[in-house]
């Protein structure tokens, strides 16, 4: 496993290497994350097998811009924009019904998927060449502690992955917040960077 730097020149073999199927390690504004191509059914078998994963944990997935998430999800649903408006990009990952097409490891079986527009310019810039969603699950081992650098990626990984991206140091300490929308509802799955109480705080301000 290569570790590299985040020129155009690498972000290019990057990006190639995932479009054949590869795994990519590279930073987000929370931790770490292992990016594959979601449509890749071979690249997210390896993804799970690699992690440790078990079949029924969902993977969340980035996008370059609002435009991607038709290819991801059935419908916008209003409240979602609403949060998205407000909180991207950023450390909110909005759980939303999945189209019947994704595949059922992204999905974990729950018919949804987790979706995120990170502000992180290494992650902006691996998604622009990708064009189109990555997958950006945690760097570690499942049940292990997330990879805040490249090196602790290298330690968890080895030679299991195909590159590190490395962007410096993360974050870490807190995930994104996971949040659920279904219809006019929405539930907190896990707190993290942004509070719950900031995101009910948006949804009263604007009626959703």
Not at 32 to 37: I, S
Not at 47 to 74: E, H, N, T, Y
Not at 188 to 199: K, P, Y
Request: hydrophobic share 45%.
């Amino acid at each position: 496993m290569k570790i590299v730097g985040s020129s155009d020149r690498e972000l290019a073999q990057a990006v190639s290497l995932l479009r054949a199927g590869g795994i990519v390690a590279f930073p987000t504004e929370t931790y770490y994350g292992l990016a594959v191509d979601p449509f890749n059914e071979q690249a997210l078998t390896r993804l799970f097998r690699v992690k440790g994963r078990p079949a029924a944990k969902p993977i969340l997935v980035l996008v370059a811009d609002q435009g991607q998430i038709d290819l991801l999800v059935v419908e916008i649903i209003p409240v979602a924009v609403q949060l998205m408006d407000r909180f991207w990009p950023g450390p909110l990952t909005l759980v939303l019904p999945a189209r019947s097409d994704i595949s059922p490891l992204l999905t974990g079986g729950t018919g949804t998927v987790g979706v995120r527009l990170s502000p992180h310019p290494t992650a902006a810039a691996l998604l622009r060449g990708m064009g189109g969603p990555l997958t950006a699950t945690s760097a570690n081992l499942s049940g292990k502690v997330p990879a805040a650098t490249a090196e602790e990626v290298l330690a968890a990984f080895g030679g299991a992955l195909d590159l590190v991206i490395d962007g410096g140091r993360t974050p870490g300490k807190m995930a994104s917040t996971l949040v659920r929308v279904s219809g006019d509802q929405v539930s907190c799955l896990r707190e993290g960077r942004i509070a719950f109480a900031e995101i009910q705080q948006v949804l009263g301000a604007t009626g959703g």
